[in-house]
């Protein structure tokens, strides 16, 4: 530690610091500087819709979906959920009007009746077809006795 009570490497980093930081400082309060980065901002941007426009033409080539595909899928699906439960909400709202609110007044459905399966139906035996019978050629028949 120095007289300051301030340790060695924290002076060495202050002394940088003010080094270099005071002309970026400088650097950066200009007119220049702001046109820099407005300008690289927008090239950026340029290129990286050229990037996109290339691969999301590759993709749809191939039969994929896109980045765009997918988020324009996403947002009908949420309009989707909405409407659902705005519809939930609605039928909610008629069934608590229409519904008596004296608990010995509701009707309870009838139970229902197990199904019984219906008859099964007698299928006629197959026909079983006659073997074929077996076919000689002209090489079978014509067996030649040790030239």
Do not use: C
Request: zero cysteines; charged letters at 30%.
């Amino acid at each position: 530690m120095t007289d300051n009570g301030t340790p060695a490497w924290r002076q060495a980093f202050n002394k940088a610091e003010r080094a270099v930081g005071e002309p970026l400082e400088k650097a950066i309060d200009t007119r220049e500087f702001a046109n820099l980065i407005t300008v690289t901002a927008k090239v950026r941007k340029g290129v990286q819709r050229q990037i996109y426009g290339v691969v999301n033409r590759s993709l749809h080539f191939v039969g994929l979906s896109t980045l765009k595909d997918t988020r324009d899928i996403a947002r009908q699906l949420n309009r989707v959920q909405q409407q659902l439960r705005e519809v939930s909400i609605q039928l909610e709202a008629i069934e608590e009007r229409d519904t008596p609110s004296d608990p010995a007044h509701r009707s309870r459905p009838a139970p229902m009746k197990p199904m019984k399966a219906p008859p099964a139906k007698k299928s006629a035996p197959a026909k079983r077809s006659k073997p074929a019978p077996a076919r000689t050629t002209q090489s079978d028949s014509s067996v030649t006795e040790g030239d």
